[in-house]
């Protein structure tokens, strides 16, 4: 079993909707929770992230932890053409290092 | 803070040769990583430092493989021998003490 697992998609959405992204973890001590975003060619960037203590929002962002079932979910409201690109989970246990999900395309189609 | 810096943003090199890679992390950040990332794939651990205290190192790595953070700043990646599985974007993110990493604009290696 992967530490960090994702559909890799492609997830296709039309413009306005809302994208749920998810990825499951197989470290039940894991203490933190990351989203990053990756167009294609260019490096990742942080979308934003979540410790075990609850949810976050941040403008169309919205990310969740299930912690019981241990999985993450990254909701984005009204998705954008913009906002098509890889979509990466990772995971930081009980060391400073994160570990990586291959990522979910998403495709926002006008 | 000028973000994260690579250099080279490219390399292309033949079998066998040795390859450095340097990053220059964010300044306020005492955390420095080395990921790789193939196609399809998410990005790869392969060490990290805390200031120039090299704390891990991915069971993958081979001999080959080796990084320094001489002075807690910026921090070299060497590859020897290259081989064509060494094929990759090389990455490099910095953090400060808790919270996400910054990524840099990696450094892509073809080896030939």
């Known amino acids: 079993q992967k530490e960090v697992e994702q559909n890799s998609g492609p997830l296709s959405v039309p413009e306005g909707a809302i994208a749920s992204l998810n990825c499951t973890y197989s470290d039940r001590g894991s203490q933190s929770f990351f989203w990053y975003r990756q167009y294609s060619g260019k490096s990742p960037e942080l979308i934003m992230f979540?410790?075990?203590?609850g949810d976050k929002e941040d403008g169309r962002f919205t990310a969740q932890l299930n912690k019981a079932s241990q999985y993450v979910s990254l909701l984005i409201r009204d998705s954008q053409p913009s906002d098509s690109a890889t979509y990466l989970c990772?995971?930081?246990?009980?060391?400073?290092?994160?570990?990586f999900g291959t990522g979910t395309r998403l495709q926002v189609f006008p | 803070d000028t973000g994260v810096s690579q250099d080279p943003r490219h390399k292309i090199t033949k079998r066998g040769q040795n390859v450095t890679f340097r990053c220059d992390p964010i300044?306020?950040?005492?955390?420095l990583y080395w990921y790789r990332q193939t196609l399809g794939q998410g990005p790869e651990f392969l060490t990290y430092f805390q200031n120039e205290a090299q704390l891990e190192k991915s069971r993958l790595l081979s001999d080959r493989f080796s990084a320094e953070r001489p002075k807690g700043s910026f921090s070299t990646l060497e590859i020897q021998r290259t081989e064509q599985g060494d094929s990759a974007m090389y990455l490099c993110a910095s953090s400060p003490r808790s919270g996400g990493y910054t990524f840099g604009s990696g450094t892509r290696l073809t080896v030939v």
């Open positions: 300044s306020e950040h005492n955390r």
């Open positions: 979540i410790y075990s203590n």
């Open positions: 990772a995971v930081r246990g009980n060391t400073d290092k994160l570990i």
